[in-house]
């Protein structure tokens, strides 16, 4: 292609309505283009301003794609003369290429204004923009929410509120929530404590902060699972945690002898449905691993972040409640069974950490949001919460066959992850080597969000897969959606 | 006072239902006792666990007070053999002392558990269980809040409410919003900038963690302003920052030509009105500023915390409005204007970093609370925030003339800090050497909360004085708790 007729073919892709944000779909025109060879090496791309102006777009978006671009390779940036298509083919000489490389030395645009941290940050950038849409995975679904009953809570709550409920809280949240949270814990996930040991805090994300502040200081190693949630990774890396990835097999987490031999400080586990391949940690390994977080002085954190979803087989109770060791930090949201955007979580803390984590919160965060607390404390005292807990469940449980029958009718038996039949996602593993993120790419364009499973692995090796989430997807869509990506998967595995 | 009267003690002064936890009741009780000289040093305090039986407290508590007394050094513990007062004079024997301690090796409590970040937060801690009573500063007047309008637009929005407004935010929060913010920091604080560049985020501290993340590394160089907003310097720190404290004079950030020569790449200040001082940062002073971190490719946070009350004199325009360098991140809350509760706060960003911040945003927190957004914008473009704020400031002025009146009568004349009418408090300088700190503790146990002064300065020197918040004290109590204060102040002047 002639680099004049490269603003006609973005004017002709581009969808200014469409979900996906323009400098992404100018990222994947560019990145096509050049995975396609029809932009080649040492193609000059036009200047940001003047590919911005051409198309229609903001100067920013154009260099955001540019950036991405840079940071993935597929340019190469050359000051005061340009943008150029990198050489992709793979050159056998390193050396020549290294010492070309330090004689560009490209800076990306976010190198320039981002600290070290900040920088990497941006470049791993995994969260969705969207996040309703078939196949989402993590968001339940939201419509089944009793709206009219939040409702009345919330005008009885605002119409009685003091200031002090207005102002900010103290400490560890408000004591009736955290009462009526504990009680839940100890029936439905078997959870040992007091209201006393349950802190309030406002998403997963600051708890898991909160904890890295408080407990590890930089450089300090924590295991991860691997593949894992890579958010919890994310605030652990910011955190100045060096992260350790363990790999996952059928009973759990399983590192190496040499693994074994450097205990770290600090255990992140999903024991009750592994995320994301939904594997439930044995009893043997659960075992294994407290005696172990115990005899090396290791703090144990455990996401426990959908288990009120399990649709067949024993419960399976929390890690936290076989501990004797005061060692495990329980974490669960209100995402997932009530809705993400309430922006509320909750840590079970050993006795002996309490007293500080009710401190650091305070001076940490300064959290408030009693009102929201109390209404959400009564409707959990009411019976409403553990009534839509029961409801979302059986609709999950609905869904969740009606995807696995729409495999097996599309791709056949045996492609599944995980036999666990549990949480909001399942997982589609795919032949070795298979581009899974070109599948969620693909996908993306067509209106369905699955996230490739590689992007869930900490370094090589990982395995490819797609997860898909069932929860918030219309019963009567996920037949047809799935045939939808099952189109795409074929497409792919073709390739 | 012999040991067995201890608990006597204790059990008369114990107030179990007033406003002071437990906890630090006991500490102040037993850190009374030591300084008094009742116990002596060398006497061996009772075990926690029958301590705590005696008095019919949770042994949590006692353990609590009397790691809060190690920490502060009235105390040594000798594992195995108990808890000691400490000797509290002054030794001229340094190096014994100093091989006497190591030999004792005390280890606080939180040391134990704690990571070293950890420790230094929680024995740090400044924030305030109690924050609705006579003169706790920063807090505005929740009782003038229109719950009655905020309930309507609630309703409204949650009737129609769609999933998409119940999950995760995308990155900078809910355009409306945004639209409506920067409308008003235009007009009522002359910020310059577009919707784009305004990021909705939970809260100042989280604003000040994630621009420490995203633009220092660790070891990196802050300047905060000495006094200073201790929260700020406290999450600065916990990310990692070398805190450089600059002195305040009557023009603002005053540094020294040592300190000139080294640049810092972020500088926190509050120039409208200078936290807790309530200087305004002179022209002259803003300009040097700017052009400093320009030519020094530094960062500016300006914290606009209380700038919508201003009682009198000419409005002063915002720093960022000056900054023509796209220097300056721009910081304010809802927690001033409407009620800290809230929970909400918001960012004014340089162009070139506002697709950075909103990824980091995302990946940082994962925001959501979009409905709650989207009825502030309601609020704010149907015209409720600006009367609301309006109101609001007719009352505080009203206060604030009123707390200078009880001022004047009480102590007489020429003690308030600051000549500048504006924002929810304002601070009354003692003489050089007064113990501040214990004139708040005394405040506090007649129901009053003052803030020392002195607690705002990091490192030495510094000043005495009281912080008092009028914003929130209803007309009639300013003189009666006032006269209240000023006994408590004269007592400790004449000791």
Not at 3 to 8: H, N, V
Not at 183 to 209: C, F, K, P, Y
Not at 471 to 484: C, G, M, S, T
Request: glycine fraction near 6%.
């Amino acid at each position: 292609m002639h680099i004049d007729a490269l603003q006609e073919h973005i004017l002709q892709r581009l969808e200014r309505d469409g979900e996906i944000p323009l400098a992404r779909q100018i990222y994947i025109i560019l990145s096509d283009l050049i995975l396609s060879g029809e932009l080649s090496a040492g193609v000059k791309l036009p200047a940001s301003r003047s590919l911005a102006t051409d198309c229609g777009v903001s100067r920013n978006t154009i260099m955001f794609a540019y950036e991405q671009l840079l940071a993935e390779g597929y340019v190469i940036s050359q000051t005061g003369s340009g943008t150029f298509v990198s050489d992709t083919v793979p050159v056998a000489d390193w050396s020549h290429e290294e010492s070309a490389l330090k004689e560009k030395s490209p800076m990306t645009e976010h190198q320039r204004y981002l600290s070290k941290r900040g920088s990497e940050l941006v470049s791993s950038a995994q969260a969705s923009a969207e996040q309703w849409q078939p196949f989402v995975s993590g968001v339940p679904d939201i419509s089944l929410f009793p709206k009219d009953i939040w409702l009345r809570l919330l005008r009885k709550h605002w119409q009685q509120a003091t200031p002090a409920m207005l102002s900010y809280a103290h400490g560890a949240g408000y004591l009736p929530l955290r009462q009526a949270l504990i009680e839940r814990l100890r029936l439905a996930r078997s959870v040992n404590g007091t209201a006393d040991q349950v802190l309030m805090i406002s998403g997963l994300h600051n708890a898991i902060s909160l904890i890295a502040q408080l407990l590890i200081d930089p450089g300090m190693t924590v295991w991860m699972e691997n593949p894992g949630y890579w958010g919890a990774a994310t605030v652990l890396k910011m955190a100045g945690a060096n992260i350790v990835p363990i790999a996952i097999d059928e009973e759990g987490l399983a590192p190496t002898p040499e693994q074994i031999a450097q205990p770290p400080k600090l255990i992140f586990v999903t024991p009750s449905h592994q995320y994301p391949l939904g594997h439930v940690m044995s009893l043997a390994r659960r075992r294994m691993l407290l005696d172990y977080a115990n005899a090396h002085d290791a703090w144990i954190i455990e996401d426990d972040y959908d288990s009120e979803f399990r649709f067949a087989g024993l419960p399976i109770a929390s890690l936290q409640g076989l501990d004797s060791y005061q060692k495990v930090i329980y974490l669960g949201t209100f995402s997932k069974t009530l809705f993400p955007g309430m922006r509320l979580g909750y840590m079970v803390l050993p006795e002996n950490l309490v007293d500080y984590f009710a401190i650091g919160l305070s001076e940490k965060y300064r959290d408030g949001r009693l009102l929201e607390q109390a209404v959400l404390a009564d409707f959990m005292v009411e019976g409403h919460y553990a009534a839509h807990v029961r409801r979302s469940r059986l609709r999950y449980a609905k869904r969740s066959v009606l995807l696995r029958e729409a495999i097996n009718e599309q791709l056949g038996p045996d492609w599944v992850s995980s036999n666990v039949e549990a949480g909001l996602h399942l997982v589609i593993h795919l032949p070795a080597g298979t581009d899974d993120v070109a599948i969620a790419r693909a996908a993306k364009a067509a209106g369905i969000m699955v996230r490739p499973l590689s992007r869930y692995y900490l370094g090589e090796p990982s395995r490819a897969g797609v997860l898909l989430g069932y929860a918030n997807v219309p019963d009567e869509l996920i037949k047809p959606r799935f045939a939808q990506l099952a189109r795409i998967i074929r497409s792919e595995l073709r390739a």
